[in-house]
């Protein structure tokens, strides 16, 4: 793990969510092994990690230090829940993945139905992978990325850093805060008191994100005691993550364009305390919901959301995942030079994913205290492509390469047996421990669609 490092991005991030230039709180770092990477991922998810557990501490003016743990802090951002004695889900669709195009590489992202048919319209239907990578081989990177994209599907060919810092994208994501914060006009005073063992019991947390980083920031936020319900649509489905992102959540569903399903998000909405959602950029504000009237619905809501490519720039509304941005913004070419390959080599783990959750969770926390002390609304957008660049400043040298946390399964005393929807697992212990204030879930995991979309009372 390196130490330099750790503590600039411990400085960034502080700064980030404090929009202030004050030193951040110390941190005690243990289990320092780190996963090999040409980029400082270990010490992203420590510090990510630790700023959410730091805004938790400074709901309550905890100032005690907080211990965190690198090395599992790192298998965070690999699994936190393990079967046991079952498979684990596949995590890609057999197409998905890196191929060769006639002047480079390019990667396709069809983990969801339609977005695996939106390839198919500009490639064709093929009977094996191998046979895709021979079509795919006629095209070129910047073509095929296009057009796939036109077709409503998701691919991002592979760019250099410095291809990145000359695109319209790459110029205008590094312009962006890392948390972009306002404050809102006042709301009504909250009905929680926020108690240092469960700081957020009683908060109602309404979760409109999918894949990795979002739900990431609310699972976080149901360790803490919110009660969160998560709203997906009708159909949608994802068996390589449900049972390791909906642990202490209920989870819904709702047709956001039902005159009826409206109706009653609109009411969970009235009644809520946290709103987080990924959509792309104008498409919350396409159905009739933009910032103003999600406050309007609930004076004084924190609002915090998610993008994949950014808040402004060309692709501002273009689908992203993790790997596609790692693929476009330069990490993936940075780690075939640095292998001496000539394959894409992404992140060891999807972290961009992972400590943008959790920045997430800081930013939401960060506006329940501004709610506290001002009585303000708060919202804040946050991007994959904007975590990227704290990477990308950070490259690692040769000689400070880490010695590498292995393959190895978690150790006993670094995990726990749970029961969830799907039979047994272990769980990964917290990796930070923040005096009187543990994280700890109150409901296993659960298939989306289970839960009826309603609050209840006390939040059972």
């Given at each position: 793990?390196?130490?330099?490092?750790?503590?600039?991005?411990?400085?960034?991030?502080?700064?980030?969510?404090?929009?202030?230039?004050?030193?951040?709180?110390?941190?005690?770092?243990?289990?320092?092994?780190?996963l090999?990477?040409?980029?400082?991922?270990?010490?992203?998810?420590?510090?990510?990690?630790a700023?959410?557990?730091?805004?938790?501490?400074?709901?309550?003016?905890?100032?005690?230090?907080?211990r965190?743990?690198c090395?599992?802090?790192?298998?965070?951002?690999?699994?936190?829940?393990?079967?046991?004695?079952?498979?684990?889900?596949?995590?890609?669709?057999?197409f998905?993945?890196?191929?060769?195009?006639?002047?480079?590489?390019?990667?396709?992202?069809?983990?969801?139905?339609?977005?695996?048919?939106?390839?198919?319209?500009?490639?064709?239907?093929?009977?094996?992978?191998?046979?895709?990578?021979?079509?795919?081989?006629?095209?070129?990177?910047?073509?095929?990325?296009?057009?796939?994209?036109?077709?409503g599907?998701?691919a991002?060919?592979?760019?250099?850093?410095?291809?990145?810092?000359?695109?319209p994208?790459?110029?205008?994501?590094?312009?962006?805060?890392l948390?972009?914060?306002?404050?809102?006009?006042c709301?009504?005073?909250?009905?929680?008191?926020?108690?240092p063992?469960?700081?957020l019991?009683?908060v109602?947390?309404?979760?409109?994100?999918?894949?990795?980083?979002?739900?990431?920031?609310?699972?976080?936020?149901?360790?803490?005691?919110?009660?969160?319900?998560?709203?997906?649509?009708?159909?949608?489905?994802e068996?390589?993550?449900?049972?390791?992102?909906?642990?202490?959540?209920?989870?819904?569903?709702?047709?956001?364009?039902?005159?009826?399903?409206?109706?009653?998000?609109?009411?969970?909405?009235?009644?809520?305390?946290?709103?987080?959602?990924?959509?792309?950029?104008?498409?919350?504000?396409?159905?009739?919901?933009?910032?103003?009237?999600?406050?309007?619905?609930?004076?004084?809501?924190?609002?915090?959301?998610?993008?994949?490519?950014?808040?402004?720039?060309?692709?501002?509304?273009?689908?992203?995942?993790?790997?596609?941005?790692?693929?476009?913004?330069?990490i993936?070419?940075?780690?075939?030079?640095?292998q001496?390959?000539?394959?894409?080599?992404?992140?060891?783990?999807?972290?961009?994913?992972?400590?943008?959750?959790?920045?997430?969770?800081?930013?939401?926390l960060?506006?329940?205290r501004?709610?506290?002390?001002?009585?303000t609304?708060?919202?804040?957008?946050?991007s994959?492509?904007?975590?990227?660049?704290?990477?990308?400043?950070?490259?690692?040298?040769?000689?400070?390469?880490?010695?590498?946390?292995?393959?190895?399964?978690?150790?006993?005393?670094?995990?726990?047996?749970?029961?969830?929807?799907?039979?047994?697992?272990?769980?990964?212990?917290?990796?930070?421990?923040?005096?009187?204030?543990?994280?700890?879930?109150s409901?296993?995991?659960?298939?989306?669609?289970s839960?009826?979309?309603?609050?209840?009372?006390?939040?059972?």
């Open positions: 793990m390196n130490d330099r490092i750790t503590a600039e991005l411990w400085q960034q991030l502080w700064q980030g969510l404090r929009n202030a230039l004050s030193a951040p709180p110390a941190l005690k770092i243990t289990g320092r092994q780190a090999v990477s040409a980029y400082p991922v270990s010490e992203l998810a420590t510090t990510s990690m700023l959410a557990a730091q805004a938790a501490a400074s709901l309550n003016d905890n100032d005690r230090p907080l965190i743990d090395a599992l802090a790192s298998r965070w951002f690999q699994h936190a829940l393990r079967p046991i004695h079952r498979p684990p889900a596949a995590l890609w669709d057999p998905a993945g890196d191929y060769a195009c006639a002047d480079g590489w390019v990667r396709l992202h069809t983990n969801a139905p339609h977005h695996r048919e939106a390839m198919e319209r500009v490639l064709g239907q093929h009977d094996n992978r191998q046979a895709l990578a021979d079509t795919v081989a006629e095209w070129d990177r910047f073509t095929l990325e296009q057009a796939v994209v036109d077709a599907g998701c991002a060919a592979l760019r250099s850093l410095q291809e990145w810092q000359q695109h994208q790459g110029q205008s994501v590094s312009r962006e805060a948390i972009e914060q306002s404050l809102q006009p709301g009504p005073a909250p009905a929680w008191s926020l108690p063992a469960r700081p019991l009683g109602r947390v309404l979760d409109l994100t999918r894949i990795i980083a979002g739900p990431v920031a609310t699972r976080f936020l149901a360790g803490l005691g919110a009660d969160v319900l998560r709203i997906d649509p009708h159909g949608w489905h068996p390589a993550l449900e049972e390791e992102m909906t642990l202490g959540k209920r989870c819904a569903r709702l047709d956001l364009k039902s005159t009826d399903d409206r109706r009653r998000f609109e009411q969970l909405l009235a009644q809520s305390d946290v709103l987080v959602h990924g959509y792309r950029a104008d498409a919350l504000s396409n159905l009739g919901y933009d910032p103003e009237t999600r406050q309007k619905l609930r004076p004084g809501l924190v609002d915090v959301s998610l993008n994949a490519w950014g808040w402004t720039g060309p692709w501002r509304n273009r689908r992203g995942f993790d790997s596609l941005v790692q693929m476009a913004c330069g993936a070419d940075r780690g075939r030079e640095w001496g390959g000539d394959a894409p080599v992404p992140l060891p783990v999807q972290a961009l994913d992972h400590a943008t959750g959790y920045l997430m969770a800081a930013a939401v960060e506006g329940l501004q709610r506290l002390q001002h009585g609304g708060f919202t804040a957008r946050l994959l492509a904007r975590t990227a660049c704290l990477l990308t400043d950070h490259p690692l040298s040769a000689d400070e390469l880490p010695g590498g946390l292995g393959a190895r399964q978690p150790q006993d005393e670094e995990q726990e047996m749970v029961l969830s929807g799907w039979g047994m697992a272990a769980q990964l212990r917290a990796p930070f421990w923040l005096p009187g204030t543990p994280l700890m879930w409901r296993s995991p659960s298939p989306l669609g839960a009826a979309a309603e609050w209840r009372e006390n939040g059972s």
